[in-house]
């Protein structure tokens, strides 16, 4: 974990926020208006709140910008003895947004943010104003997700990875010293915008996996995919009507090579047909860093348009 006060090198100059109403103590930044309509930014693996850093000073100009960090993630408690599963993240979103008693939500969605919020989504549908994906699949009880999960590992250097490293027996000593190689976990999963790559940057996505006892979130996550554990919220078809009649933004940076827009997009076009998608040429995985100005312009446009 993280120290609450870090900003490496005033590269995250946000107050830190904790509360304990998942049972561990989870951070989170709270900037903007504090009767503002909240913004709830849901980063993924293996990343924490900074991957929104350029992203929350625009947003929260007019809005309450809420970025969480996952258990097991970022300046959140890594507590021994829990499970790492997508269910348990989403049951821990679902706490944390009752307590703050969050409404009119736009969720922004990385990675495995994307299921995540998309679960809290099933389970308060009511408290849900729009929706915006980036590069984060939106699964919401679509016949052929599991299909279409299988057909991206085959393809994915990352899941092609976390099936040999599973039947090898290394996955936990590998992702177990994350803060030593985040810097390949990041490129295999796909970023282009090296310009970034600075020592700050590197301290901000290695400080919270500093040893083996740190990595369960980053392991629980990749593991739960080699085990079939990970649980996808269903739906009520009440909740789907409630959802697929907000307005939804997809963007995707077409470098991605964890998630291909082939087999993740689709998701998103059956559950909102007439929603635009903005593809990004040359824009990896990790399109909040590739892309900062452009990501931060796109939805803060779509905001004020919907």
Not at 93 to 102: H, Q, S
Not at 117 to 141: D, V, W
Not at 286 to 301: H, Q, R, S, V
Request: glycine letters at 10%; proline letters at 7%; a negative charge.
């Amino acid at each position: 974990m993280i120290e609450a006060e870090a900003t490496f090198d005033r590269t995250f100059p946000f107050a830190p926020h904790f509360t304990d109403v998942a049972g561990f103590r989870m951070h989170y930044v709270d900037e903007g208006p504090g009767d503002g309509e909240p913004i709830l930014c849901l980063h993924g693996e293996p990343t924490w709140g900074y991957l929104f850093r350029n992203l929350i000073p625009v947003l929260s100009r007019t809005h309450r910008v809420v970025v969480p960090d996952h258990m097991g993630f970022g300046k959140s408690e890594t507590p021994q003895g829990r499970s790492y599963w997508l269910q348990d993240h989403i049951d821990n979103l679902e706490r944390f947004v009752l307590a703050l008693d969050l409404g009119n939500i736009t969720l922004v969605m990385h990675d495995f943010g994307g299921p995540v919020g998309m679960g809290l989504a099933a389970r308060q549908p009511q408290r849900i104003r729009r929706i915006i994906s980036a590069n984060g699949p939106t699964p919401f009880g679509q016949a052929d997700l599991v299909e279409r999960l299988t057909a991206n590992a085959q393809v994915s250097p990352w899941f092609q990875w976390i099936a040999r490293a599973h039947a090898g027996g290394v996955l936990t000593g590998v992702l177990g010293q994350l803060g030593f190689n985040i810097l390949s976990t990041l490129k295999l999963n796909g970023f282009e915008n090296n310009a970034i790559v600075t020592d700050a940057w590197l301290s901000a996505y290695g400080a919270p996996f500093s040893e083996p006892a740190e990595c369960l979130g980053a392991i629980g996550w990749a593991e739960g995919f080699a085990l079939g554990i990970h649980r996808f919220e269903q739906p009520s078809p009440a909740a789907i009507e409630i959802i697929r009649d907000k307005p939804a933004l997809a963007i995707w940076g077409e470098a991605d090579r964890t998630l291909q827009a082939g087999h993740f997009l689709p998701l998103f076009s059956e559950l909102f047909p007439r929603a635009p998608i903005e593809r990004l040429k040359g824009v990896g995985h990790y399109c909040f860093e590739d892309a900062p100005d452009t990501l931060a312009d796109l939805i803060g446009n779509f905001i004020c348009r919907s």
